[in-house]
Nanobody
Framework: QVQLVESGGGSAQPGGSLRLSCVAS??????IGWHRQAPGKERELVAH???????EYAESVKGRFTISGETPKNRVDLEMFNLKPEDTAVYYC??????????WGNGTLVTVSL
C-alpha cells in the first residue's frame, strides 16, 4: 500500500511563488508528479518525473514551474513561479508503480488572486 503525504500550497498573488512537496511511502515509483483540477475542469497533468530521470510539463506551466526529485527516493517537489490566476486549482500528487497501479494524494489547494 502506498501513502502519499502532500505539503505546501496555499495562497499567492499573481507573479508570486509557491512550493509543493509530495513524499510517498511504499515501493519505488515508476512515475511521480503533480496533476491539478480547477473548478469545472478535468484533472490535468502539471509535471512529472519518470524513473529514467526525464520530466514532462504541461505547456501552460513550462518556464514557470520546476519539478525536482527522484523516483527511487519517492519524493517530488514542484516549485511554482510567476503564478497566474489560472493556476488556481487543487493540486494532486500522483504515484504510478512499476505495475502501473496509480495512487493519488488527497490534494492541496493553490489559490492565486489579488
Amino acid at each position: 500500500q502506498v501513502q502519499l503525504v502532500e505539503s505546501g500550497g496555499g495562497s499567492a498573488q499573481p507573479g508570486g511563488s509557491l512550493r509543493l512537496s509530495c513524499v510517498a511511502s511504499g515501493s519505488i515509483a515508476r512515475i511521480i508528479g503533480w496533476h491539478r483540477q480547477a473548478p469545472g475542469k478535468e484533472r490535468e497533468l502539471v509535471a512529472h518525473i519518470v524513473s529514467d530521470g526525464t520530466t514532462e510539463y504541461a505547456e501552460s506551466v513550462k518556464g514557470r514551474f520546476t519539478i525536482s526529485g527522484e523516483t527511487p527516493k519517492n519524493r517530488v517537489d514542484l516549485e511554482m513561479f510567476n503564478l497566474k490566476p489560472e493556476d488556481t486549482a487543487v493540486y494532486y500528487c500522483k504515484y504510478t508503480t512499476w505495475s502501473n497501479k496509480v495512487y493519488w494524494g488527497n490534494g492541496t489547494l493553490v489559490t492565486v488572486s489579488l
